[in-house]
């Protein structure tokens, strides 16, 4: 089996900031609860004409640079969606497209937070088994589009987003393990009701505002902390290490008390565990991959760094991967 490795990370933010104070104007909410029960301070949102796939297209641009990749040359493209442009075609064949990676193939995964993790550990498969000699991995969304802007509840978490990785065969260092799991049981504590083929877009549907992401924050939260810290117990177990072993945990950034309980049941450090979410929100899989990317752009990761993603979203979905940098 080939050794598989990053070789290219990209991220693009949309510019446009949206404040505590601005949702203050927006909904009955402040600064001080959005701070002190999720940490966060802002987020991006793409403009209207904005779709998931010009994210993820400046995104990969920059990863493809960083890894001087030719799109030619590509062999595969997954995006981890859940916000695509349309229903089909993938996000990943307009991304092929924009791209001109004409000899590449090209699907979406639908894995929610988790999405980042699940395609790096798909096109790590076909790496390792030599069926394809590198892959570009996106995640990325524009979860403003499906954000019910009246309810409190869910409105102040989210944002819009898009990270990318090159992947390919390396000498040394690499995808050292990676864990993934889903529990179907618990599908009604987030999701979209309305758009697909159970509930096709009607009147009643837009009426009933079926058209946004429905979520049990409360319930979530205890599960995310209890399957985000197990998810990290197994993914080093099977790569024969420890916690002494991780230099920096990246954890899916859907809230700040989450990511320091799971932090502290694991025994991690703040210095070890990085987080963005002040700056962007939930980004869903765009997440982890911005996390990433940003914590390579800022030196926090350097050459030799065992890293550690960590990622819990709808499905229920997780997926933990742990990387020699
Ligand atoms: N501003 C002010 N008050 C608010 C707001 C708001 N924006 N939102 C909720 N409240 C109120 C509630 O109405 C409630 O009031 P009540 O006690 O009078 O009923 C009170 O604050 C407490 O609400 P909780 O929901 O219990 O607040 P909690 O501390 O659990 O925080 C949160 C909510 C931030 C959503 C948290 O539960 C969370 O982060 N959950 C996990 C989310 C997650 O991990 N999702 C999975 C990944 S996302 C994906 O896959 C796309």
Known sequence: MRKVGITGVGEYLPPRVLTNADLE???????????????????????????????????????????????????????????????????????????RAKTAVAFDVSAACAGFIYALSIAQQFISLGTYRNALVI????????????DRNTCVLFGDGAGACVLKEVKTGGIISTYLGCDGSNMELLNLPAGGSRLPASQVTVEARQHFLKMQGNELFKIAVRTMTEAAEKVLKQAG???????????????????????????????????????YGNMSSASTATALVEAVKEGRVKKGDIVLLDSFGAGLVWGACVIEW
């Open 139 to 150: 995640g990325a969304e524009k979860l403003s589009s499906v954000t019910d802007w009246q």
């Open 25 to 99: 104007k927006m909904v009955d909410t402040s600064d001080e609860w959005i701070t002190t029960r999720t940490g966060i301070k802002e987020r991006r949102i793409a403009c209207a004409n904005e779709a998931t796939s010009d994210l993820a297209l400046k995104a990969a641009k920059e990863a493809l640079a960083d890894a001087r990749l030719n799109p030619e040359e590509l062999d595969l493209i997954i995006v981890a969606t859940i916000t695509p442009d349309m229903q089909f075609p993938s996000v990943a064949s307009i991304v092929q497209n924009a791209l």
């Open 241 to 279: 290490m420890d916690f002494s072993d991780v230099d920096m945990i990246i954890p899916h950034q859907a809230n700040a008390r989450i990511i320091m309980a799971v932090g502290k049941r694991l025994g991690l450090s703040g210095d070890k565990i990085f987080l963005n979410i002040e700056k």
